[in-house]
């Protein structure tokens, strides 16, 4: 699986975006991008996923590069409550369903 | 989507002792896994729990250490045997219930090893 790249930590202002990068410059043709993120002391939680295009859901968007070499997740409105270990996971289509979880980017929303 | 329960949420345990985990799902998924996850630090994957067959272990992990159980489609155990102090760690269930869904993660049982 390919690997990703995040920043280890970043801070966000409440209710202003939150764009959290990831470089995944090995990604081959046939792997997604997904996002989890970690509150803590909860498990982990499904945010989104994308192969090629661009993707929005209720919770964020998920911007991906022409080249898929890289992408950014996107809080439109950050709260107190988004405070959490933000993971980007390069997954294969043929996946059996297991995750390689790198460190992740450390998300803190300040008042 | 999928409901993971599992049990216990968190326990102390002596060194040398060892502990079962459950995790209990509201719906038959084929692909179950179990992580850990150590102080301070992101998910490991520790196997894949295979119905009706072993369990397939990642590097570093071996079936003597963590022995899995998962008798049917809702259902799987992992115990910690023969704990040490380095076995303190959060243990995760998580499952998939299709091929390209995502991934359902229980809340964790967090073990203190003493």
């Known amino acids: 699986d390919a690997k990703t790249t995040q920043p280890t930590s970043m801070d966000c202002a409440e209710g202003r975006a939150a764009n959290l990068p990831c470089n995944h410059s090995t990604i081959s043709g046939n792997e997604y991008v997904y996002w989890y993120r970690q509150i803590h002391s909860q498990g982990p939680q499904y945010i989104i996923h994308g192969l090629k295009n661009n993707e929005t859901n209720e919770m964020a968007s998920l911007i991906i590069t022409e080249d898929r070499k890289s992408s950014t997740l996107i809080l439109p409105h950050a709260t107190l409550r988004d405070t959490a270990v933000y993971y980007c996971i390069v997954r294969p289509s043929s996946n059996t369903g297991k995750l390689i979880f790198g460190q992740g980017t450390t998300l803190q929303v300040k008042p | 989507s999928a409901v993971i329960s599992q049990k216990p949420s968190r326990d102390i345990c002596q060194r040398g002792t060892s502990l079962t985990i459950q995790c209990q799902v509201d719906s038959q998924v084929t692909m179950m896994f179990w992580y850990r996850q150590q102080p301070g630090q992101s998910l490991t994957l520790i196997a894949t729990?295979?119905?009706?067959?072993?369990?397939?272990?990642e590097s570093g992990f071996v079936i003597d250490k963590f022995p899995i159980s998962r008798p049917n489609l809702t259902f799987s155990t992992l115990t910690v045997s023969n704990m040490s102090p380095e076995d303190s760690s959060i243990y995760l269930c998580s499952v998939v219930p299709n091929t390209n869904t995502e991934a359902f993660f229980g809340q964790g049982t967090r073990l203190t090893v003493v």
């Open positions: 729990a295979n119905q009706g067959s072993e369990a397939t272990y």
